[in-house]
């Protein structure tokens, strides 16, 4: 990113967390960005480093080492801290940072927010931008930066396909069109999506058809607001580093709603928050005064509901999930869990069961609840809620939803299991 502030540049050596130093150095108000041991001399110099961190793991070597542009650090004509033998922690960071190459610490939320309005506007002059709102906090705080810098000219796109949580819908509406005044279309695409769904019960084809849908849906509205010239995307930093690092094979498709139109032409994309992580996009939001519950929120599937109730999709079945994982969330948060749980929802499992209630018998559906503490999504353990909390979570989903007779409690870590079912 093009910046006034002073940049370290962090080259990552195929370390196990590659975000973790850049994490400290931005902790310390110090501008930073990772780039992979391979970067070009050109590509390290075009952001005129202040100093250099070298980043390492098991894999590396000097034979790694030798191939890159840092193996002459001189060659930049600023300091150098490698890691390599050194703990990667805020002792070791900050006396170089600001001891050794006294770098300013102005890279602030403030700040932040105050370049990326500037170059919102530089970028888009007097166009048209186009924004698909999800109701989760990168789109969110896209949606309000660019509605801060040229107003008017943004409008955002809300498409609800019907696998939302309880009263999501609505909290959009009400946050961003009526608080902040942003022209949003909440575009309900219920009907069609269940439409296209019908029948479907393979995991991998619910995401194929939901992302696919809400491409054409999004690309009909496109059309409907004048094909504006530019499109906002909510992309992150980890994005950009994980893509860059290139990992294995994903498990499961991860078919981002959202994903790019193909057939519309946008002259360029706005990307405001793609230097953020995921916490100071959180931090970013909280000072722009988007809510808490919004600025907070705990990550929510692109496919939303649809991978969360197994087999079929319909609408009697989302409907009966959406009132069992508002009492689980609800209970989360009344017992001050969220700190614990990283992700927490129900699963509308497809098995029904035998139950007994007022003295006749009951042929209902089985519920699952599901709360992880992960801090990469990649690994994650299941949070040991006390029993009396679970205890009473399933009393309340069983007396207020009729259609369940059963409450389970998934005790799996990931691996094997997955966060998600499907
Ligand atoms: P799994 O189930 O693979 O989930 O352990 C890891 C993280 O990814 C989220 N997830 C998805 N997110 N589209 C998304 O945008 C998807 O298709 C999808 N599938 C899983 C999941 O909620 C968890 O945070």
């Not at 959009?172 to 608080?179: A, E, H, I, P």
């Not at 990992?247 to 990307?271: Q, R, S």
């Not at 503490?373 to 029993?387: C, N, Q, Y």
Request: proline fraction near 5%.
């Amino acid at each position: 990113m093009k910046t006034t502030h002073d940049t370290v540049v962090i080259l990552d050596f195929g370390a196990i967390n590659s975000q973790a130093a850049a994490k400290i150095v931005r902790s310390l108000n110090v501008y930073c960005e990772v780039l992979p041991c391979t970067a070009s001399a050109e590509r390290i110099a075009a952001l005129s480093p202040k100093a250099l961190i070298l980043q390492r793991g098991a894999a590396c070597g000097d034979a790694t080492l030798g191939r890159t542009p840092a193996a002459d650090p001189a060659a930049f004509g600023v300091p150098v801290l490698d890691l390599n033998g050194l703990p990667c922690d805020a002792a070791t960071i900050e006396p170089f940072l600001l001891a050794q190459c006294a770098l300013r610490q102005d890279w602030t939320t403030d700040a932040f927010i105050a370049d990326a309005i500037a170059g919102i506007r530089e970028t888009v002059g007097d166009r048209n931008v186009l924004l698909a709102m999800s109701g989760g906090v990168d789109s969110s705080v896209c949606a309000v930066l660019v509605h801060r810098a040229v107003g008017e000219q943004l409008t955002c796109v809300f498409v609800d396909h019907g696998l939302m949580r309880k009263d999501e819908p609505e909290e959009v509406c009400r946050v961003f069109r009526d608080g902040f005044g942003i022209a949003l279309r909440h575009i309900n695409a219920e009907a069609r999506f269940l439409g296209k769904l019908a029948g479907v019960t393979d995991p991998e084809r619910k995401r194929m058809i939901i992302g696919e849908e809400f491409i054409r849906v999004f690309e009909e509205e496109a059309r409907a607001a004048g094909e504006p010239d530019f499109l906002v995307q909510g992309t992150i930093y980890p994005d950009i580093i994980e893509s860059g690092w290139d990992g294995g094979k994903p498990v499961k498709a991860h078919h981002n709603v959202g994903g790019l139109p193909k057939n519309i032409d946008f002259k360029g994309l706005v990307e405001p928050i793609k230097y953020l992580f995921k916490d100071e996009v959180r931090q970013v939001a909280l000072a722009l005064g988007i809510p808490a519950a919004i600025a907070m929120r705990q990550p929510f599937p692109g496919p939303g509901l649809g991978v969360r109730c197994i087999g079929e999709l319909t609408k009697e079945k989302l409907d009966i999930l959406r009132e069992v994982d508002a009492i689980f969330r609800q209970a989360i948060v009344d017992n001050r869990l969220e700190e614990q749980a990283s992700q927490y929802f129900a699963v509308l499992t497809g098995n029904r069961s035998v139950g007994v209630s007022d003295d006749a018998r009951t042929y209902a559906y089985t519920v699952a609840l599901r709360a992880v503490r992960t801090s990469d999504f990649m690994t994650a353990r299941f949070v040991k809620i006390p029993m009396d909390i679970l205890e009473a979570v399933s009393e309340r989903i069983t007396a207020n939803v009729p259609q369940v007779n059963r409450v389970v409690y998934d005790i799996t870590s990931k691996p094997p299991a997955t966060i998600e079912w499907e």
